[in-house]
Protein backbone atom coordinates (compact mmCIF):
# COMPACT_ATOMS: atom_id res chain seq x y z
CA UNK A 1 0.00 0.00 0.00
CA UNK A 2 1.32 3.29 -0.73
CA UNK A 3 2.50 6.05 2.26
CA UNK A 4 -0.06 7.84 3.40
CA UNK A 5 -0.28 11.68 1.72
CA UNK A 6 0.17 14.23 3.18
CA UNK A 7 -2.50 17.58 1.96
CA UNK A 8 -0.67 20.96 1.48
CA UNK A 9 -4.13 23.06 1.48
CA UNK A 10 -4.14 26.31 0.54
CA UNK A 11 -1.02 27.16 2.16
CA UNK A 12 1.30 30.37 0.67
CA UNK A 13 3.88 28.93 -1.72
CA UNK A 14 7.26 29.35 -0.29
CA UNK A 15 10.13 32.21 -0.92
CA UNK A 16 12.07 31.02 -4.09
CA UNK A 17 14.91 31.49 -2.04
CA UNK A 18 13.78 28.90 0.31
CA UNK A 19 12.57 26.48 -2.03
CA UNK A 20 16.31 27.05 -3.67
CA UNK A 21 17.89 25.66 -0.51
CA UNK A 22 15.92 22.81 -0.02
CA UNK A 23 17.56 19.95 -1.06
CA UNK A 24 20.14 21.54 -4.08
CA UNK A 25 22.18 18.26 -4.89
CA UNK A 26 19.22 16.06 -5.18
CA UNK A 27 17.33 18.94 -7.71
CA UNK A 28 20.44 19.74 -9.88
CA UNK A 29 20.55 15.61 -10.29
CA UNK A 30 16.95 15.59 -11.63
CA UNK A 31 17.44 18.15 -13.57
CA UNK A 32 20.75 17.12 -15.50
CA UNK A 33 18.70 13.84 -16.56
CA UNK A 34 15.84 15.76 -17.29
CA UNK A 35 17.50 17.82 -19.77
CA UNK A 36 19.33 14.51 -21.08
CA UNK A 37 15.76 13.36 -22.34
CA UNK A 38 15.51 16.48 -24.71
CA UNK A 39 16.72 16.16 -27.79
CA UNK A 40 18.40 18.91 -29.97
CA UNK A 41 15.73 20.27 -32.39
CA UNK A 42 12.74 20.04 -30.46
CA UNK A 43 10.45 22.25 -29.34
CA UNK A 44 9.87 23.20 -25.44
CA UNK A 45 7.88 24.58 -22.54
CA UNK A 46 9.44 24.93 -19.71
CA UNK A 47 7.46 25.50 -16.75
CA UNK A 48 7.92 27.89 -13.53
CA UNK A 49 9.56 26.03 -10.36
CA UNK A 50 13.20 25.99 -8.91
CA UNK A 51 13.88 22.31 -10.87
CA UNK A 52 12.74 24.21 -14.27
CA UNK A 53 14.95 26.86 -13.80
CA UNK A 54 17.78 24.20 -13.33
CA UNK A 55 16.68 21.98 -16.34
CA UNK A 56 17.45 25.16 -18.29
CA UNK A 57 20.55 25.62 -16.94
CA UNK A 58 21.48 21.97 -18.65
CA UNK A 59 20.01 23.45 -21.56
CA UNK A 60 22.24 26.00 -22.46
CA UNK A 61 23.42 25.86 -25.97
CA UNK A 62 21.54 23.44 -27.15
CA UNK A 63 19.47 24.06 -30.79
CA UNK A 64 15.99 23.95 -28.95
CA UNK A 65 12.99 26.50 -29.17
CA UNK A 66 12.16 26.73 -25.74
CA UNK A 67 8.61 28.61 -24.30
CA UNK A 68 9.72 29.49 -21.23
CA UNK A 69 7.10 30.37 -17.93
CA UNK A 70 9.64 32.51 -15.93
CA UNK A 71 12.04 35.33 -16.56
CA UNK A 72 14.79 32.94 -15.08
CA UNK A 73 14.75 30.19 -17.12
CA UNK A 74 14.16 32.57 -19.92
CA UNK A 75 17.69 34.58 -19.38
CA UNK A 76 19.25 31.33 -18.84
CA UNK A 77 18.84 29.99 -21.53
CA UNK A 78 19.35 33.72 -23.62
CA UNK A 79 22.61 33.87 -22.68
CA UNK A 80 23.71 31.79 -25.21
CA UNK A 81 23.55 31.33 -28.53
CA UNK A 82 21.57 27.96 -29.38
CA UNK A 83 18.42 28.20 -27.93
CA UNK A 84 15.37 30.06 -29.81
CA UNK A 85 14.16 31.51 -26.32
CA UNK A 86 10.11 33.02 -26.45
CA UNK A 87 8.09 34.33 -23.49
CA UNK A 88 4.33 34.20 -22.72
CA UNK A 89 4.37 37.79 -21.72
CA UNK A 90 1.55 39.17 -19.04
CA UNK A 91 2.09 39.74 -14.93
CA UNK A 92 5.53 39.03 -13.84
CA UNK A 93 5.02 37.23 -10.14
CA UNK A 94 7.54 39.18 -7.77
CA UNK A 95 9.88 36.72 -6.50
CA UNK A 96 9.53 33.77 -8.61
CA UNK A 97 9.28 35.83 -12.37
CA UNK A 98 6.63 33.44 -12.95
CA UNK A 99 4.32 34.38 -15.80
CA UNK A 100 1.00 32.64 -14.75
CA UNK A 101 -1.92 34.79 -16.02
CA UNK A 102 -4.41 34.28 -18.72
CA UNK A 103 -1.52 36.06 -21.00
CA UNK A 104 0.92 32.68 -20.28
CA UNK A 105 -2.25 30.17 -20.97
CA UNK A 106 -2.75 31.71 -23.88
CA UNK A 107 0.60 31.52 -25.55
CA UNK A 108 1.23 27.77 -24.19
CA UNK A 109 -2.13 26.95 -26.26
CA UNK A 110 -0.78 28.39 -28.97
CA UNK A 111 2.65 26.85 -28.84
CA UNK A 112 2.68 22.92 -29.85
CA UNK A 113 5.75 21.74 -27.85
CA UNK A 114 7.50 17.98 -28.42
CA UNK A 115 8.14 17.82 -24.52
CA UNK A 116 7.28 19.82 -21.48
CA UNK A 117 9.09 20.13 -18.61
CA UNK A 118 6.55 20.54 -15.69
CA UNK A 119 7.05 21.72 -12.44
CA UNK A 120 5.79 19.69 -9.74
CA UNK A 121 4.31 21.39 -6.55
CA UNK A 122 2.22 17.82 -5.30
CA UNK A 123 2.26 14.01 -6.54
CA UNK A 124 0.58 11.52 -5.42
CA UNK A 125 -0.88 8.00 -6.56
CA UNK A 126 -4.35 8.72 -5.19
CA UNK A 127 -4.67 12.29 -5.76
CA UNK A 128 -2.78 12.55 -9.21
CA UNK A 129 -0.98 16.51 -10.00
CA UNK A 130 -2.27 19.05 -7.71
CA UNK A 131 -1.19 22.71 -7.21
CA UNK A 132 -1.96 25.03 -4.36
CA UNK A 133 -3.36 28.14 -7.21
CA UNK A 134 -6.22 27.65 -9.16
CA UNK A 135 -4.20 30.04 -11.84
CA UNK A 136 -0.69 27.69 -11.50
CA UNK A 137 -3.54 24.57 -12.49
CA UNK A 138 -4.68 25.98 -15.35
CA UNK A 139 -1.77 26.81 -16.66
CA UNK A 140 -0.53 23.65 -15.65
CA UNK A 141 -3.43 21.74 -17.53
CA UNK A 142 -2.27 23.80 -20.92
CA UNK A 143 0.76 22.89 -20.98
CA UNK A 144 0.07 18.72 -20.66
CA UNK A 145 -2.52 20.05 -23.58
CA UNK A 146 -0.10 21.29 -25.40
CA UNK A 147 2.75 18.87 -25.38
CA UNK A 148 3.39 15.67 -26.73
CA UNK A 149 5.82 14.32 -24.14
CA UNK A 150 5.18 15.61 -20.11
CA UNK A 151 8.36 15.02 -18.07
CA UNK A 152 8.31 15.84 -14.47
CA UNK A 153 11.55 16.13 -12.35
CA UNK A 154 10.31 15.91 -8.69
CA UNK A 155 12.39 15.30 -5.10
CA UNK A 156 10.90 12.50 -2.66
CA UNK A 157 8.89 14.73 -0.48
CA UNK A 158 6.78 16.00 -3.18
CA UNK A 159 5.71 12.67 -4.39
CA UNK A 160 3.71 12.18 -1.06
CA UNK A 161 1.31 15.24 -1.10
CA UNK A 162 -1.69 16.62 -2.19
CA UNK A 163 -3.07 19.80 -2.55
CA UNK A 164 -5.78 21.88 -3.26
CA UNK A 165 -6.34 22.07 -7.16
CA UNK A 166 -5.89 19.32 -9.66
CA UNK A 167 -4.27 19.66 -12.98
CA UNK A 168 -4.04 16.19 -14.56
CA UNK A 169 -3.64 12.51 -13.73
CA UNK A 170 0.03 10.67 -13.25
CA UNK A 171 -1.28 9.07 -16.62
CA UNK A 172 -0.64 12.55 -17.95
CA UNK A 173 3.39 12.14 -16.98
CA UNK A 174 5.71 10.48 -19.72
CA UNK A 175 8.09 10.17 -17.16
CA UNK A 176 8.14 10.96 -13.63
CA UNK A 177 11.96 11.56 -12.18
CA UNK A 178 13.00 11.06 -8.53
CA UNK A 179 15.88 10.09 -6.13
CA UNK A 180 17.33 7.15 -4.43
CA UNK A 181 15.96 8.30 -1.24
CA UNK A 182 12.25 7.74 -2.48
CA UNK A 183 10.50 5.27 0.09
CA UNK A 184 9.81 2.12 -1.55
CA UNK A 185 6.14 2.07 -0.73
CA UNK A 186 5.80 5.29 -2.13
CA UNK A 187 7.65 4.20 -5.72
CA UNK A 188 5.48 0.66 -6.15
CA UNK A 189 2.54 2.98 -5.65
CA UNK A 190 3.30 5.34 -8.50
CA UNK A 191 4.25 2.55 -10.39
CA UNK A 192 1.27 0.81 -9.80
CA UNK A 193 -0.50 3.89 -11.11
CA UNK A 194 1.12 3.75 -14.57
CA UNK A 195 3.53 6.20 -14.56
CA UNK A 196 7.18 5.64 -15.78
CA UNK A 197 9.56 6.36 -12.72
CA UNK A 198 13.04 7.09 -13.77
CA UNK A 199 15.37 6.49 -9.86
CA UNK A 200 18.68 8.70 -9.54
CA UNK A 201 21.40 8.73 -7.70
CA UNK A 202 21.97 11.58 -5.27
Same mark, same amino acid.
Given at each position: ?69 ? $? @???? %? +??? /? ?8 ? #??? =? ?75 ? $? @???? %? +??? /? ?8 ? #??? =? ?10
Amino acid at each position: MAAPCAHLGARASQPISLRRSEGPGGQRVLARATAALVDDGESVIIDNGTTCEMVAENLVGRDIRALCLS $L @SAAA %T +LAS /TPGPVVTVPG #GIV =ETDTLAMLTTTAVDAVRRFRADVAILGACAVSAQSGLTCTEDHDAVLKAAIIGSSSRCLMPAPPRKLTRSSTYGFGE $L @SNLD %T +LLT /TTDIDPETLT #GLQ =EAGVSVEVHDV
